[in-house]
């Protein structure tokens, strides 16, 4: 069975910096797509951020440039290094993998269980 597990979240003043984590196990041979995305209260939930696993990035407009996604095919791991926060950054974070080629064969779109960002102003 797949998990995703988030760690990094946190509460942090503006232009500050955070590292959210996230490492998914289980019986994965590998994993095509791998990203980032964020969710507010009464909101839907939107991209900040993807990575192939030949580390093709893809960002929103409204982080790109201060946010770097990075990926350790080995580890089935993605990071988020997000820099200059600004409180329109407080969400929740979710891990998000897809197209995973497991023991049982191709799996898709698998979260994890979120991790909460506070920017403060």
């Known amino acids: 069975q797949v998990q995703l597990v988030e760690s990094g979240g946190g509460l942090v003043q503006a232009g500050g910096s955070l590292k959210l984590s996230c490492a998914a196990s289980?019986?994965?041979?590998?994993?095509?797509?791998m990203g980032w995305y964020r969710q507010v209260p009464g909101k839907q939930r939107e991209l900040v951020a993807t990575?192939?696993?030949?580390?093709?990035?893809n960002y929103a407009a409204s982080v790109k440039g201060r946010f770097t996604i990075s990926r350790d095919n080995a580890k089935n791991s993605v990071y988020l290094q997000m820099n200059s926060l600004k409180p329109e950054d407080t969400a929740v974070y979710y891990c998000?993998?897809?197209?995973?080629?497991?023991?049982?064969?191709?799996?898709?779109?698998?979260w994890g269980q979120g991790t909460q960002v506070t920017v403060s102003s």
């Open positions: 998000n993998a897809d197209r995973l080629f497991t023991s049982l064969g191709m799996r898709y779109d698998f």
């Open positions: 289980g019986s994965i041979a590998s994993i095509g797509i």
């Open positions: 990575m192939t696993n030949n580390f093709i990035a």
